[in-house]
């Protein structure tokens, strides 16, 4: 692995160390249909909207999320295909 890849690599599992992020891709990755408003967090976290907030905008920027905003809320939905990358990566 060269050092860039390994740059990047390092940079998507900082994202992962951490309980909140984890339990959020948990919550995603259960959801019936693969994805979870924003609005349903708090509760299902048991913190506020904006800790949420704040764990799920780390998650998107490291492309482990996507979002999409539909109207007033946003939806987020796992990047397989990334966490899939991740893996494979650890594998090697």
């Known amino acids: 692995m060269n050092r860039e890849r390994a740059e990047e690599l390092a940079g998507t599992l ?3 160390a951490d309980p ?3 339990q959020l891709l948990s919550i995603i990755a259960t959801a019936a249909d ?3 408003c924003a609005c349903d967090f708090p509760e ?3 913190r506020s909207q904006s800790t949420a907030s704040h764990h799920l905008s780390q998650l998107v920027a490291a ?3 996507e979002r999409e905003q539909r109207g007033k809320w946003a939806w987020f ?3 397989r295909d990334r966490l899939a990358a991740v893996a494979e990566a650890l594998r090697a």
């Open 44 to 46: 299902l976290l048991d």
């Open 20 to 22: 909140t992020r984890l």
């Open 77 to 79: 939905r796992l990047r």
């Open 63 to 65: 492309g482990i999320l």
């Open 14 to 16: 900082k994202a992962l």
């Open 34 to 36: 693969g994805e979870v």
